[in-house]
């Protein structure tokens, strides 16, 4: 299982905006050193609290300070932008980042977004389909295309500088509640990216189900879906008991939750009662995991079951606590979390468990040895004399 970040990134109003983006890219770094695999940054455009408008020249500059991470845009909304600018862009980055860069797109989370450009929503899934056909296709493709849609043209159109990675970096498609997005990955073959764990009555089946989506679509367009690029969104908090990681998250948990999406974005409430209280219900309906590095193993193990199986976590990049304790928190899951999905300790686990299990036969043989090399020197004292 990969382990990363979605990176919208989330701050609250008040803060200095530039030293918020510092921070992000701060702890691209720290995560580079920890060892996580890649992370995702958002695109977007209004709302006051995700800064990031153009994901593409943030992960440039985050390539220039981390090593390995992989960096993919989470995602480009694809209706705001004209493909061929879009494929260019993204190749650019291939290149810049040796391979690095992976290409998420998605229709657009924020309607405000689309209003500003004169977007009507309910057209922005199916553009996002469309146009996600005609970058791979200048991915994919040197002959020249002609294309004409409702909202872009394509005369004679092609790449100059061909993709760094080969065929084409790696692609996903958002999929949160409507089943588009899940069309769309099945319909060309791409990964995906969910962002919501599903709520309600069929909360234990859903996941399964939007799976199934996309392995239908992809048997109809002679695809097949992998799971092991199916990423899945969390939020994560963790310290070295579940007291401690409930008390430094509450406060900013429930105001990220009040403040952003119920009175930012329209969500509905999670609770009546004060915004202290969010995190309990949260926790309690298993849509956050606080607690332990013990919880996150057997929150991820719940949702493998529900799932079916996928191959990557992705923590939502939140500061519902301080900076040492969320980079503290980042740790935790490196160092206890990543490895029991990682099989990085079966061999020093069997190792332990036949080196003890041979115990008192190998102090036998020390002692044996021991005593052995004792006769060897009074031997070689009685000689000498």
């Known amino acids: 299982m990969r382990f990363g970040i979605f990176l919208a990134p989330f701050h609250e109003l008040g803060e200095n905006p530039t030293l918020c983006l510092e921070r992000d890219l701060e702890l691209l770094q720290h995560l580079d050193r920890l060892g996580y695999d890649e992370a995702w940054i958002g ?81 922005q899934r ?27 043209v394509l005369r004679q159109a092609r790449l100059q500088l061909r993709p760094f990675t080969r065929p ?11 089943p588009a ?15 919501a764990l599903p709520r309600g009555d069929n909360a234990e089946t859903a996941l399964r189900d939007f799976w ?78 606080v607690g332990t590095p013990d919880d996150l193993i057997a929150f991820i193990e719940m949702l493998q079951d529900r799932s079916g199986g996928f191959g990557g976590l992705m923590v939502q990049a939140t500061e519902w606590a301080t900076r040492e304790q969320v980079f503290h928190s980042y740790e935790l899951i490196a160092r206890y979390v990543m490895p029991r999905f990682q099989g990085s300790l079966a061999g020093l686990e069997a190792s332990n468990a036949s080196t003890r299990a041979a115990v008192e036969a190998t102090r036998a043989l020390q002692e044996q040895a021991i005593a052995r090399a004792r006769r060897s020197y009074e031997v070689g004292r009685t000689d000498a004399t």
């Open 126 to 152: 199916p553009r996002m389909e469309e146009a996600l056909g005609i970058v791979l296709r200048l991915f994919r493709e040197t002959d020249p295309i002609t294309y004409e849609s409702d909202w872009f």
């Open 212 to 289: 199934g989506i996309a392995e239908d679509t992809a048997r109809q367009h002679g695809n097949t879906m992998q799971r092991s690029e199916w990423r899945i969104v969390v939020h994560v908090h963790l310290a070295e008991s579940r007291e401690q990681a409930m008390a430094e998250a509450r406060e900013r948990a429930g105001r990220y939750q009040h403040d952003y999406f119920e009175r930012t974005v329209g969500h509905p409430a999670v609770l009546d009662g004060a915004p202290d209280g969010i995190i309990d219900a949260m926790v309690e309906r298993r849509l956050w995991c």
């Open 43 to 123: 695109e977007h455009h209004s709302g006051g609290w995700e800064t990031i408008a153009s994901p593409e020249v943030f992960i440039a500059a985050a390539a220039e300070r981390t090593r390995h991470i992989r960096l993919g845009t989470g995602v480009v909304s694809l209706p705001y932008h004209h493909p061929l600018m879009v494929a260019g862009r993204m190749v650019l980055l291939d290149h810049l980042t040796r391979g690095r860069a992976m290409f998420g797109v998605g229709p657009g989370a924020l309607t405000a977004d689309a209003l500003m450009m004169g977007i009507d929503p309910s057209t």
């Open 168 to 178: 084409h970096m790696p692609v996903a498609v958002a999929a949160v509640q409507s």
């Open 181 to 195: 997005g899940m069309v769309a990955a099945g319909k060309h073959g791409a990964g995906v990216l969910t962002f």
